[in-house]
T-cell receptor, first 114, second 112 residues
Framework: ETGVTQTPRHLVMGMTNKKSLKCEQH?????MYWYKQSAKKPLELMFV???????ENNSVPSRFSPECPNSSHLFLHLHTLQPEDSALYLC?????????????FGPGTRLTVT | EDQVTQSPEALRLQEGESSSLNCSYT??????LFWYRQDPGKGPEFLFT???AGEEKEKERLKATLTKKESFLHITAPKPEDSATYLC?????????????FGEGTQLTVNP
């Protein structure tokens, strides 16, 4: 595997379900991110982890719970979601503290909440 | 607050018809401006980083330029495979970590 991978690619869940999204980066980066992308809206930053520590929570509802066990893996635990949470969820990684700050994105998980 | 505005929202070109996409930004201090390409149902693909006014970068038919208030993505003799949404993002110097602020994107369609 290369780059940033995400699983599953598609997820349909009911409002009472609990599910998790997984992200893995193979780039040797030390920062990881979760973004939400809804139609006709800019990418919304949800969470930032630097060296496994959460450094930003962008006022995200508690029904979204991130977990970063190491600098290569990132999870987003989902529970009691609402239909408006349906969106493309993107994971990204970057090198924090260096001279290049570009973020590399995974393919995303298309989430539909019914 | 950092802001990024992209124009136009959508652009239709004929194959070979060159044009430019605009990204206007407001940021207290610019650490970097980033261009990405996004195909439907996929994650954004990194294209360029620009760090200071006057800087230019090229990749195949794409050329990105930067001034103190805006960036342009010039597309020369586009092909249908250049059809995608192009995203612009900025990072501020006082940002802790690597937060990016994105624009809404320009959806480019190149007809054969």
């Amino acid at each position: 595997e290369t780059g940033v991978t995400q699983t599953p690619r598609h997820l349909v869940m009911g409002m009472t379900n609990k599910k998790s999204l997984k992200c893995e980066q193979h780039l040797g980066h030390n920062a990881m991110y979760w973004y939400k992308q809804s139609a006709k809206k800019p990418l919304e930053l949800m969470f930032v982890y630097n060296f496994k520590e959460q450094t930003e929570n962008n006022s995200v509802p508690s029904r979204f719970s991130p977990e970063c066990p190491n600098s290569s893996h990132l999870f987003l635990h989902l529970h009691t979601l609402q239909p408006e949470d349906s969106a493309l969820y993107l994971c990204a990684s970057s090198h924090h503290g260096g001279t290049s700050y570009e973020q590399y994105f995974g393919p995303g998980t298309r989430l539909t909440v019914t | 607050e950092d802001q990024v505005t992209q124009s136009p929202e959508a652009l239709r070109l004929q194959e070979g018809e060159s044009s430019s996409l605009n990204c206007s930004y407001t940021v207290s201090g610019l650490r970097g401006l980033f261009w990405y390409r996004q195909d439907p149902g996929k994650g954004p693909e990194f294209l360029f980083t620009l760090y200071s006014a006057g800087e230019e970068k090229e990749k195949e038919r794409l050329k990105a330029t930067l001034t103190k208030k805006e960036s342009f993505l010039h597309i020369t003799a586009p092909k249908p495979e250049d059809s995608a949404t192009y995203l612009c993002a900025v990072q501020a110097t006082e940002t802790s970590g690597s937060r990016l602020t994105f624009g809404e994107g320009t959806q480019l369609t190149v007809n054969p």
